[in-house]
């Protein structure tokens, strides 16, 4: 049946379009970045981006950030947190909260766990996005996903300035999410309200130098 | 399409109800001049947008002109990487094989995530039928979904209910699916949000079954995307074991590297963000992460029609942003409900005719409800030339009947109905003299024949609707 149909919707597809004219090249005359060739100004512009989208920036060196997260966790009340494989081993040992290996929790239990912390694949600059591929310290979609708070650390040499030099480096074969700020809704008269199925709180922390 | 709105009077008497709720008059203005205004802002920050737009028009074109080979190399990519691939021919057999995917799993519940294919087709409707609850998950879909009632807006489909009929509709129905909503619930839009993310989670945390769409599909890696805002649709990509996505078959690009234009005119556009908060793209099924069974349901229901017209085949390049609702006159008096489909406002008074074709009252009075002001065009970002292809379809509807014809009389009626309104006309004209400049007589590019420059593009007067009225209409009583 769905067989037949596909010899059908190609064949249909076929008639439509055969005898049309062909479709010239596709002209790129688009900027491939906006922002300066700058390394420090795209790294302001992430920051910029990402607060204006409502997630809570922060930045340190790679020997304060242990204790900025710990900090971050304990400010925002978590006592338990995922911790994804190949996160640096030095960082939850700096946290009061209780880290929580990610050993194929269920959507369930992971409802259970206060927050999350994770490295990323890269960041945007003109957008304020960062990527997560699933790579080392990320973990799969569901532990970003399900508890309500995500703090997501950057180096700087992660931050491309825009989408398309994002894309290049990124793997399709991967399974990607793309986050733009806490989740949002505009659903009710317009009016935003943050927070909705993902996490309502998401801390980024930008860091100079090897982690 | 749809069984759901099949008997929907037609364009004038639908929009003349819509017009008398004045709660729903307000909301629509508010919103579509909100949205608007903000979009405005977002594209000014791109200095490029124009070449952005004239690529992904034309990245468009070129899939639509080899749309057989495209849709063959994503069903090799998906195939490649773990999915399963289904070809649709109609809304029937879409949702035929959806029931029998859905039923194979032994469940009788599944979660969705916004999708106009799905509501094309009816789908929640047939699965309904075969004792199969299909649960939305987006908040404006929720709110639809409960109140059983029919989405206005592609972006906002609740655009036309206020807090205070929220708060009623969560209070009296979400307890009859599941968790009720909590006591002393207020108006207040994040209590609003609060009750639905409670009413949801649970649901999100069972389900073995989601159901999705797509904004893009990949042919070169297979790779599928889900724009969204709320964090629903990457609960549904997510947690399910078996997922189940359906796409128009017009959906699909070339190439990864083609998203780089996308990524930046869709967020714009439509929620004229920088970028929306949630993208989730997969290809396939990945090992451990996510669901262990992909399907991919490829659908054509009319399609392939539209692609056969020469002019009216632009409007497949549509990216469903919704920035021509939000400039639109008659969509801004008329609402959502008066276009009788899925997809309202101008890229609807285009899409639908050409889907479902011009054989009911309601589908033939669609290319007449419209002051052909142009503002639509001029946002669009795909480029789609929406009065030219309403007036090829006004050809097209007239020719078919002949005077006095139930359907010629039906698409006067729209037509009477945009003359009667002063404001409508005045609006248009107004938008139209500022776009006029943008309206090139013919397109440009080398090549006497080209994909979409094969005929002359429709004049565009000071008032277009006047003048095409007085063309078509002399001597004539409405
Ligand atoms: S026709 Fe153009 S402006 Fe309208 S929804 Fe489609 S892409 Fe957006």
């Known amino acids: 049946m769905s067989r037949d149909s596909r010899e059908r919707i190609l064949s249909r597809i076929r008639s439509a379009v055969g005898g049309a004219p062909e479709a010239p090249e596709v002209p790129r005359a688009y900027l491939s970045r906006h922002a300066p060739e700058d390394p420090d100004a795209v790294l302001d512009l992430l920051h910029e981006n990402l607060a204006d989208y409502r997630a809570h920036v922060h930045r340190t060196d790679g020997a304060g950030l242990p204790a900025l997260i710990g900090r971050l966790l304990e400010e925002r009340g978590a006592r338990t947190v995922v911790v994804p494989d190949g996160l640096p081993a030095r960082w939850p040992a700096a946290w009061a909260a209780e880290p929580v290996p990610d050993t194929g929790l269920t959507a369930t239990a992971l409802d259970a766990v206060d927050a999350v912390v994770t490295g990323c694949a890269l960041a945007v600059a003109e957008t304020g996005t960062i990527v997560l591929d699933g790579g080392p310290g990320q973990g799969r979609r569901a532990l970003t996903l399900v508890p309500d708070l995500h703090v997501c650390v950057v180096r700087e040499d992660q931050v491309v300035a825009s989408v398309p030099e994002a894309l290049p480096r990124l793997d399709p074969l991967r399974a990607l999410t793309w986050i733009s700020g806490p989740s949002a809704t505009s659903d009710i008269e317009l009016d935003r309200v943050e927070g909705v199925h993902g996490p309502r709180t998401l801390e980024v922390v930008l860091v100079r130098g090897p982690v | ?478």
């Open chain 2, 1 to 478: 399409m749809s069984g759901i709105f099949v008997g929907m009077p037609a364009f004038p008497k639908a929009a003349r109800e819509a017009v008398q709720d004045g709660t729903l008059r307000a909301n629509l203005r508010h919103a579509t001049h909100t949205i608007r205004d903000k979009r405005a802002r977002a594209v000014a920050e791109l200095a490029d947008w124009a070449e952005l737009r004239e690529a992904g028009k034309r990245i468009k074109d070129r899939t639509l002109r080899h749309l057989d080979t495209y849709l063959i190399q994503l069903e090799e990519a998906v195939t490649a990487a773990g999915g399963t691939v289904h070809w649709a021919a109609d809304a029937a057999e879409a949702n035929r094989i959806v029931t029998e995917l859905v039923k194979a799993t032994g469940e009788s519940e599944v979660v969705k995530v916004k999708s106009m294919a799905t509501q094309e087709i009816g789908l929640n409707e047939h699965l309904e039928a075969e004792g199969i609850r299909a649960y939305e998950t987006d908040l404006a879909e929720l709110i639809v979904q409960l109140g059983e009632d029919r989405p206005s807006h592609i972006l906002v489909p609740a655009i036309h209910r206020n807090r205070g009929e929220i708060r009623d509709i969560f209070r009296e129905e979400m307890g009859k699916w599941g968790r009720q909503a909590p006591d002393g619930l207020s108006d207040s839009p994040a209590e609003l949000a609060e009750a639905a993310r409670l009413h949801l989670r649970e649901k999100f945390l069972r389900a073995k079954v989601g159901i999705s769409g797509a904004n893009f599909m990949v042919a070169e890696t297979g790779t599928l995307v889900v724009v969204e805002s709320e964090g629903n649709g990457r609960m549904c990509l997510t947690l399910p074991e078996t997922l189940i996505s359906v796409v128009g078959i017009e959906k699909v690009v070339p190439t990864w590297r083609d998203l780089e234009v996308f990524l930046q005119t869709l967020p714009r556009s439509s929620t004229a963000e920088r970028m929306n908060p949630y993208t989730s793209t997969w290809t396939g099924t990945t090992d451990g992460d996510g669901p262990k069974t992909f399907h991919l349901v490829l659908l054509d229901n009319g399609r392939t029609d539209a692609l056969a017209d020469e002019v009216g085949r632009q409007a497949l390049r549509c990216i469903r942003c919704s920035a021509c609702l939000n400039v639109c006159p008659v969509y801004e008096r008329a609402g959502g409900h008066a276009y009788g489909s899925v997809y309202p406002g101008p890229i609807g008074a285009i899409l639908t005719p050409q889907l479902r074709g011009t054989t009911s009252e309601i589908d033939a009075s669609l290319p007449y409800a419209s002051s052909l002001c142009g503002a639509c065009y001029e946002v669009c970002p795909v480029a789609i030339d929406i009065p030219e292809v309403l007036v090829h379809l006004r050809e097209k509807v007239a020719g078919q009947g002949g005077k006095g014809h139930r359907l010629e009389k039906a698409a006067m009626k729209a037509a009477g109905w945009v003359l009667d309104r002063p404001d409508v006309l005045a609006a248009g004209e107004r938008l139209a003299s500022k776009t006029r400049t943008l309206h090139p007589r013919k397109l440009p590019g080398p090549g006497a024949r080209q994909w979409t420059g094969s005929r002359d593009l429709p004049e565009m007067p000071a008032a277009p609707f006047r003048d095409w009225w007085k063309k078509n209409r002399t001597g004539d009583d409405a």
